[in-house]
């Protein structure tokens, strides 16, 4: 691997031909290394991720997987990714070798991960550590299936933190009312109105537009808002092909807020964004109401949570709450089963209710058989 010192600048690069995959040769060349060994070490991985092979590092590894993805997966989603990655796993695996990887390996990174959390004095949650092993384990599974890999020593380590949450905040309809007094004006009453009332996602509420509402008082829910390196960023809704987009039936009194506030913005046109606060401003009124109003510390998620605890406590199935908000049946399923039990024995109080079934035969019937 002969590489070169560039006397101009007192680095080094390397040149070299290679085949992509089409077989055309190329040439590639790449500067700035401070020493040689760097740009041997560098053209090195570069021909084994060329070669499809996992003897290559973790790091290395990485940003074939990034380059697959971030074709497949949402902007958010992949946000996140490199989040973990960046801060929690190439730092701590990066160096080691794909296949050299074993489940011992992983049990020693869960534990250093688990280190990380407990020395800023706020340890992760059970269901963030189980995220952060989620990650890695899909970037080994992508390497058993696309670059032969022979195991997934994620499997065979067993997982970190549980996919469960713990104690879910809700808040009911009085408390909500008691808030929605001390929301300082009309787009954030508007906003949290809104995701009270339809349980959808931030995102989805911060895309509105005014044309969003049809006439028959539906919000029409198909995309979903982010900041990103200070640009506003639109792209597709969670699970859109599963339900994700979707018409949901609002009160008339919340549609008739909709289009009054709409109607007071000076210029506003059909296709303007309704709402411009960001995410963490939503969160900071929220923390300052529920401080003035003495509720639980709750998140702007949590909204969500409490309207399908309202559908579940109006008696809707879970399979009409998972329409109304844009998830999977199995996934409200996992999410809220344990807001059900409560409706079992409602159910069988209500049989009661309708009373045992008319016997065919009267006492003296029975009287005479014997």
Known sequence: MPCYKDEKTGTWYCQFRYADFTGKRKQKRKR???TKREAQEWEREFHLQKAKSCDMTLASFVELYFND??????????????????????????????????????????????????ATGLPYSETYL?????????????????????????DAA??????????????????????????????????????????????????LLPKDLTDDDQLRI????HR????????????????????????????????TYCSRLYGLTPDDRVFYMT???????????????????IRVHDLRHSHVSLCIELGYSIVLVAKRIGDTVPVVMRTYAHLYPNKQQELVSKLEAIGSPTSN??????????
């Not at 963490?280 to 639980?296: D, G, I, M, V």
């Not at 035969?361 to 014997?370: E, F, H, I, R, Y």
């Open 361 to 370: 035969n009267d006492d003296s019937d029975l009287m005479s058989l014997g």
């Open 279 to 297: 995410c963490t401003a939503l969160n900071k009124e929220l923390t300052r109401c529920t401080q003035l109003t003495y509720l639980p510390d």
């Open 32 to 34: 700035g290394f401070k």
């Open 228 to 259: 990103k390196k200070g640009q506003d960023i639109f792209g597709p809704t969670k699970n859109s092909k599963k339900g994700g987009n979707r018409n949901v039936p609002i009160p008339h009194w919340l549609a008739e807020e909709f289009r």
């Open 69 to 118: 993805r971030e074709h497949h997966v949402r902007d958010t989603t992949m946000d996140t990714k490199r989040n973990v990655f960046d801060t929690k796993i190439v730092p701590l695996l990066g160096n080691r070798k794909m296949n050299e990887i074993t489940a011992l390996d992983i049990r020693d990174w869960q534990q250093r991960v688990k280190e990380m959390g407990e």
């Open 158 to 207: 067993g997982y970190m933190g549980s996919s469960v949450a713990g104690e879910m905040l809700i808040i009911t309809k009085d408390q909500y009312e008691l808030l929605r007094k001390e929301f300082r004006n009309e787009a954030y009453l508007l906003a949290f109105d809104i995701l009270f009332w339809t349980g959808c996602r931030e995102g989805e509420m911060l895309a």
């Open 222 to 225: 198909y995309k979903t808002y």
């Open 130 to 154: 189980y995220t952060i092993h989620a990650q890695l384990t899909a970037l080994f599974n992508y390497a058993q299936t696309f670059y032969g890999l022979r195991f997934n020593p994620c």
